[in-house]
Structure formats: C-alpha cells, structure tokens
C-alpha cells in the first residue's frame, strides 16, 4: 500500500498536481520537501538566532515585521509593506510556504500561527507550520545551516483578502446581535478580568464570550501541536451554530492566532475568523466598549495606578 501511495504521489507530481501541503508538518516531514524549489521555510526569528543555526534554504523574516505598532501590536502592518515584504521573500501564489520559530514554548507557536494566518490572508493557499519549531528540528538532529540565502524578489502583489479577519465594527455588530461565537483564547486570569494588557484600557472580556485557552491545543508539557482527532475534540468545546461566524480574540491577535489555526487549519471548522486587534483595539474605542467580567471601578482604578509606577520608574 505504502509503494502504491508513493507512486500516486510522483504520478501527481508529473502532471502538475501535487497533493494539498499539511498544516502541520514534523521535521522529518519537512525534511525531503526542501529540495523542492517552490518550498520556501520562513524564519521568523530574530537575525541573532537565525544567523546561528537554521534549516538549510530558510530565508530570516522576523516576527515584529508581521506585527503592528508598539500601540497595538495586533493591528496590521500597512498593505504596502506587507506587499513589500511578500516580494521580498521571493514569495508567489504557487509558493509552498512553511512557516518556523523558536518552538520554545506554546505561546511561542502564535507567533507562526499568526504569520500562517497573514500569508493566507495575502493569497496564498500551500501553507504549513513546523510543529515544535526549531526546537524540534534540533530535537531530531537535523541538519542545519549558518549560510544566509539570497532569494530573487517576487513581483506578487497580493490584496488582503479579509475573509478570515473581523474588525473592531465587525464584533460590534456581533456582540448587538448575538450572532456570532466570541473566542477568548487567553488564559483565566484576563478572561475572568484579574489582569489584563499593559496597552488595554480595561480589564474583563467581550459580552458573551467562551473561554477555550490556546494552552490546550498542545500536548501537556510541550510546545507540540496536538494530533488531528485530539484537536476536534478540544474544538468541540466551542458550540459553534452552522453559518455563524466564530471569532478569536486575545490581547493582540497573538494567542488568538493559535485558537484561529486550531479551529479552522486543524479541526476543519467553517467561518473561523481572528480579530487581529484584539481586546486592545476594543478597548481603545473613542466609546465606552461593553464588557465582561471588568473589575469593580477601585479596582480599576488602583491597576491604573500600579501601571503608571512602573512606567514611570522604568
């Protein structure tokens, strides 16, 4: 069965079909598909790590080039740049992206995820994330490479196609309708409005929202992305009606990013969208924002306080 596989495969290959590229792809998967020059790996590390050790070919975009301004990290980078940046990762609609960070930790997989989401976004439609990032590469002692690469500038000028994203006006109209399922992808503390962003406004969560941590799509004690039937179930958690939208949200579309990649690249569900900005951009409304779980006002009051002191004495 395995030869008959093999052969379906190089057959698809001869006649210009190729099998759809993974979401998720291990090391060792990854490995043979880097001699395939449509194969382009994404480092999205700093240069100082990138320039120590990456996987052969890799081209180095770190992850602040596919992020927002200090303000709002959430928000998105102009449409130019985002252009610019394409291009200069020599990237094309036909481009098998494969997108890697440290791996050090879950928290550190949103970052790839969120980059995953931006790409898709851009156009393209082969796409994977290394499952455990370079922590897992070297884990499998695979080669790696100190060679920078130099990669031909593409002309792709992609629009930003906003099917997977929902904006500040988009949650408004769901949270006035109860349209659609809100998300909360951080962990109890901000969803329950004990703590919350040094660049958000209030503590607390969008009316109505489920919690469903990003922690729980890994297996316990790593920074490895659960198997497929393992992330149906931890989808399941989230009744999602037929034709609603669900909507991820965190504190700058980081977090949230992992759950959007969970619920829509893994467990297959339909109109899953990230509200990139989060509940930064939400509560930085010229309004007052309705919200949930938000602390009593001398609570409120004494974290302003707490955070004024440090920035001060910082």
């Keep these: 069965m395995n030869h008959k596989l093999i052969a379906l495969a190089l057959s698809l290959g001869s006649t210009g079909w190729s099998l759809a590229a993974q979401p998720l792809l291990t090391p060792a998967a990854l490995q043979p598909l880097l001699k395939d020059p449509q194969v382009r790996v994404i480092d999205i590390r700093e240069p100082k790590g990138f320039d120590a050790a990456h996987i052969p070919g890799a081209v180095n975009a770190p992850y602040g080039k596919w992020r927002g301004p200090a303000s709002n990290p959430g928000e998105l980078p102009d449409q130019a740049k985002l252009v610019a940046l394409v291009q200069s990762l020599g990237l094309t609609p036909h481009t098998h992206a494969v997108v890697v960070s440290t791996g050090k930790d879950a928290t ?10 931006t790409l898709k976004s851009l156009g393209l439609t082969e796409l994977s994330i290394v499952n455990g990032g370079m922590q897992a590469w070297d884990a499998a002692k695979l080669p790696t490479s100190t060679t920078a690469v130099q990669v031909a500038p593409s002309t792709y000028a992609p629009t930003f196609d906003a099917r997977w994203l929902a904006t500040r006006d988009d949650v408004q109209q769901h949270v006035k309708l109860s349209n659609a399922v809100l998300v909360d992808s951080r962990p109890d503390a901000f969803y329950q409005g004990k703590t919350q962003a040094p660049a958000a406004k209030l503590a607390g969560t969008l009316p ?8 729980q799509w890994f297996v316990p004690g790593s920074s490895t992305f659960v198997e497929t039937a393992k992330a149906k179930q931890v989808a399941a958690h989230i009744q999602h009606p037929e034709g609603q939208d669900a909507v991820a949200f965190c504190n700058t579309g980081h977090w949230a990013a992992t759950d959007w990649f969970g619920l829509s690249e893994v467990a297959g569900l339909p109109n899953v969208k990230l509200y990139a900005g989060s509940m930064v951009d939400w509560t930085q409304s010229p309004d007052m924002p309705p919200m949930q779980n938000m602390p009593g006002r001398g609570e409120q009051l004494l974290r302003a306080t707490q955070q004024w002191w440090q920035k001060k004495l910082n």
């Excluded at 550190?108 to 989401?117: E, H, K, L, P």
């Design 108 to 117: 550190d997989f949103g970052a790839m995820a969120r980059v995953y989401w």
């Design 208 to 215: 109505g929202a489920v919690q469903l941590d990003f922690n």
